[in-house]
């Protein structure tokens, strides 16, 4: 079978971008039985900038719950923590070896992170894709359910499984991406992407309906009528259509264009169909979280079938690589 991987940072919750870019293209590989799935946590790669070491484990946990509230499951996919896998750090070590430090400065990801924390243009920075690269290449996956932003990212881990083929014989594959409908998810302040680290541009997967009444109110919207179809209203519209459709959109736009549109309604129903799609996956994490053991025995087990993979894989490339 064909494998997939996918991670997420453990930067605290789950928000709806994570969920429509990533993990509803995890979920779509799981339960179509034609996949073997790997899903982390990737602890290691929240090193790479600042943290909080005393909510570190906490967070990491609560990637796995959302995981599981999500509707991933167990019995179909490996749900795993990175760092528990130390496998994926030895065979970034060696794809290190045959990636070019010009080739990583370059990356638009580094380069905006490099801006966003000048004081900690790490090592471990620069290596990002290099690590990623490991994560994906120790379980020769072929499929990343990604958003779009880690296309760069991608095209590091194809370039490195071609060297390592090339240089060492190994049979690397080279991955692609899975795109899911949701993959560009606007931020809710009417400019650029959902992100966590832009204040109140996010929904989290935790809203309740109120919050997430207030949140949607304050995308910015105009006065209901015109020509063109820009800024906040755009993001209100492509959000209707993730949530209610594309033909709610197209109504709506026809709307906007003749007779004009009310957003207190469109708004509110609108909040009504996020909060649909949310209600069950926070009423399972409610479940999940008074039952510790569970998540522990999930942890654990998905670390040790992880690691039966990756340590073979390793195996191989030392061999390969004359370590012997
Ligand atoms: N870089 C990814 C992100 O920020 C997280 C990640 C780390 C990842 N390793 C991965 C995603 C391997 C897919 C595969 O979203």
Redesign the pocket.
């Known amino acids: 079978m064909k494998r997939v ?5 453990a930067t605290g919750r789950l928000h709806l971008g994570n969920y429509l870019g ?1 993990v509803k293209g995890m979920l779509e590989l799981a339960n179509s039985n034609e996949y073997e799935t790997f899903y ?1 946590v ?1 602890d290691l ?1 929240t090193l790479t900038t600042p943290y909080d070491k005393k909510t570190l484990s906490q967070s990491v946990r609560d990637v796995i719950v959302d995981y599981l509230a999500v509707g991933l499951a167990p019995e179909k996919s490996t749900l795993f923590v ?1 760092s528990h896998v130390p496998e994926h750090l030895e065979l970034a070590y060696y794809f290190s070896t045959v990636t070019t430090v010009a080739k990583m400065q370059h990356l638009p990801t580094f380069k905006d992170k490099a801006k966003q924390y000048p004081e900690h243009v790490t090592m471990a920075l620069l290596n ?1 894709p290099v ?2 690269a490991a ?2 290449l120790v379980y020769k996956a072929e499929l ?1 359910p ?2 779009t ?2 296309e760069p ?1 991608l095209e590091v881990a194809r370039e490195i499984a071609r060297r390592m083929n090339q240089d060492y014989g190994t049979d690397f594959p080279e991955p692609k991406r899975f795109a899911t409908n949701g993959e560009y998810v606007p931020s809710l302040t009417g400019e650029g992407k959902m992100s966590k680290t832009v204040e109140g541009s996010y929904i989290n997967l935790t809203d309740d309906l109120s919050t997430i009444k207030s949140k949607v109110a304050r995308i910015p919207t105009d006065e209901g009528k015109g020509s063109e179809i820009l800024g906040g209203v755009k993001t209100l519209m492509e959000f209707v259509e993730l949530f209610e459709g594309k033909e709610e959109r197209e109504r709506l736009e026809g709307l906007y264009r003749t007779s004009g549109i009310r957003y207190s309604e469109i708004k509110n129903e609108l909040s009504k169909a996020i909060f649909k799609e949310l209600a069950p996956i926070q009423n399972r994490r409610a479940e999940l979280e008074k039952d510790r053991e569970y998540v522990d025995k999930v942890i654990r087990g998905g670390a040790e079938k992880a690691r039966a993979v990756a340590r073979q894989t390793v195996a191989e490339v030392r061999r390969k690589m004359g370590l012997g």
């Open positions: 991987l996918s991670g997420i940072r990533a982390m990737a790669h990175q990002y690590l990623m994560d994906i990343v990604v958003g932003d880690q990212h």
